[in-house]
């Protein structure tokens, strides 16, 4: 058992391990209203395929989780960090950084992508916005979760027209 704020026992359990059930999964992306959780087999085989992965446990439900990867000894990239938001604030992301900045403590830089809403959190776990960086993505995971969106509309839309 891990201490939260304040003193008091919480129940959360972290653990390092790289094999997930699906719904666990989708449950978790999707409760932070992340696309990826749409690609539940994906994110499945993408656990499996991380060097590091850390998962925070309130009994048997997923309540949070941070993924890295890294090139063996300079550099370690934190890909994914996901908390449920109703166990947000409570010291669970701010453990699960501290968790993988223990395991990569001899190499030269830990990179996290941290969009703007984000950088206060990052910034209180010792991470440091660049002045001269900006992050750059190819990526079609939200055009593809959009145009399925899109379409669902669409075809509601077409089948109240045809029943009106």
């Not at 696309?35 to 993408?46: R, V, W």
């Not at 990867?69 to 960090?81: F, N, R, S, V, W």
């Not at 969009?115 to 750059?136: H, L, V």
Request: hydrophobic share 45%.
């Amino acid at each position: 058992m891990d201490r939260m704020p304040g003193g008091l026992m919480s129940k959360i359990e972290y653990k390092e391990i790289h094999e997930f059930e699906i719904g666990d999964l989708q449950d978790l992306f999707l409760s932070v209203e992340w696309s990826s959780g749409h690609f539940p087999e994906k994110l499945q085989i993408a656990m499996r395929n991380f060097e590091t992965v850390i998962s925070a446990w309130d009994g048997d439900k997923l309540v949070g989780m941070i993924c890295a990867m890294d090139d063996g000894i300079m550099t370690a990239y934190i890909h994914y960090l996901l908390v449920r938001p109703e166990y947000q604030d409570k010291g669970i992301g701010k453990e699960l950084v501290l968790k993988v900045t223990d395991i990569y403590n001899d190499y030269l830089r830990i990179v996290v992508v941290g969009y703007d809403e984000e950088i206060g959190f990052y910034e209180t776990c010792g991470f440091e916005k660049a002045d001269d960086a900006s992050p750059m993505f190819i990526t079609e995971l939200w055009c593809i979760f959009l145009f399925a969106l899109n379409f669902y509309f669409l075809q509601h839309l077409l089948l109240e027209f045809c029943f009106y």
